[in-house]
């Protein structure tokens, strides 16, 4: 840019600050019309009894009711009998499930990770924050591996497997948070048979995105990681976990865990005095209203249809900005990944929010908020109206050609 470019530059972006905006891209919330597709559910239910014939109203079977399992079950690709319902949020199902392992050991005889000098989890990065936090929380140690087109870096992780303190590996394995990608069959496989060190090896397999497809043409398929390990001779490896809040309400869903038998009875097990039973008349009132996976995959055309625009928006303003960016079109899921100039992100982060624009904190997709090149971004387009979208990356845009200008001038 010439001097008179940036000048311009920079009373364009001082008449945006002058705006006054309040606009938030910062986390992947479902927009008000996309909840309203559910109201529905909420209306009274003619009955409150499953079809086991139990009273969804009275206490119950800690793993859910029935039909909520099946329901489940279809989505994760496995037996209902090997699934177990949560509450509103797949994350506190997988927080309780690293605590125990932390407290008590996956399995019988295994011992308490807590009790271990040291325990690592393999992280893939770009990844999802909440993660790398509730890893922190509970005093295990992130261990970054970087992903590519089709999943982690699998020759990195086949290595870390290899050392007795790497206890699993954390991720979102369809339209990846927030880079987009779905793991490869081959990644999958290699996840399913590789040789680990340690003999409690988890893989928590966080498929939040699972029918979160933008494109009826265009899905991406995800290799039953669960069949893949029971092939390979390592049934115990996967824990899978899901939701419906980015299905029906965020704040009002359920969710489900999913493993093999031993693991099942085992989280089961140590659930007896922690949770008497969750939610069963929310998880019938789902289970009425989506019965089951033709249902969801219906519920969710409707989903894509509102969100499409959203992420076109945002690619189109990524389109212009050209060489400045770098980015994946996103087939599904609820985020946009892009990298800018390296070391301009948490600049471009700072000017957005002082031109009133929040965004995710730069560094969050990584442990420990430490962006190596300090180059990622993610963007939420999902809750915003269409019409302050635009607004929202029109700042984005002055702020990635601004900082990259800064940059240019401090060479």
């Known amino acids: 840019m010439t001097s008179a470019e940036i000048l311009d530059l920079r009373r364009r972006y001082e008449r945006m600050r002058e705006r006054g905006l309040q606009l938030d891209l910062s986390r992947g919330r479902p927009s008000k019309e996309q909840l309203d597709l559910s109201l529905p559910m909420l209306e009274p239910l003619s009955d409150y009894v499953c079809e086991d014939g139990q009273d969804a109203r009275n206490y119950g079977d800690a793993a859910g009711i029935p039909e909520a399992r099946r329901l489940f079950g279809e989505i994760l690709g496995m037996p209902p009998e090997q699934v177990v319902m949560g509450g509103n949020s797949s994350v506190h199902l997988i927080f309780d499930a690293l605590s125990r392992f932390v407290l008590h050991g996956p399995l019988e005889g295994d011992t308490p990770w807590g009790k271990l000098p040291k325990v690592r989890f393999i992280c893939p990065v770009p990844g999802y924050d909440w993660h790398f936090g509730m890893l922190d929380t509970l005093g295990i140690e992130c261990v970054p591996v970087e992903i590519g087109e089709d999943g982690p870096d699998m020759e990195e992780v086949e290595r870390l497997a290899l050392d007795p303190t790497v206890k699993g590996m954390i991720c979102v394995p369809m339209y990846s948070n927030p880079t987009g990608v779905t793991f490869s069959d081959a990644v999958v496989d290699r996840l399913a048979r590789m040789e680990t060190a340690a003999g409690d090896f988890r893989l928590i397999w966080d498929n939040a995105y699972c029918v979160h497809h933008l494109y009826a043409g265009k899905r991406e398929r995800l290799k039953n990681i669960y069949r893949a390990c029971v092939e ?180």
């Open 232 to 411: 390979a001779g390592n049934p115990d490896r996967p824990m899978l976990f899901t939701s419906t809040s980015k299905i029906t309400f965020a704040g009002g869903g359920v969710s489900a865990m999913a493993a093999s038998p031993r693991n099942m009875a085992r989280q089961r097990a140590l659930l007896t005095y922690q949770c008497i039973c969750y939610d069963k008349v929310n998880q019938l009132r789902h289970a009425r209203f989506l019965p089951d996976l033709a249902a969801v995959e219906k519920h969710m055309e409707r989903q894509a249809a509102l969100l499409r625009p959203k992420f076109e928006a945002v690619e189109a303003t990524l389109r212009e900005l050209g060489d400045l960016v770098r980015w994946r079109k996103p087939l599904g899921g609820y985020f946009l990944c892009v990298r800018v100039a390296e070391g301009t992100a948490r600049r471009v982060v700072e000017l957005c929010r002082e031109a009133g624009v929040t965004l995710t904190p730069a560094g969050s997709t990584y442990p420990g908020g430490k962006d190596p090149r300090d180059s990622v971004l993610r963007l939420a387009p999902t809750s915003p109206p269409l019409e302050e979208l635009y607004r929202v990356m029109e700042v984005f845009s002055l702020a990635v050609r601004l900082a990259w200008a800064e940059k240019c001038e401090g060479k």
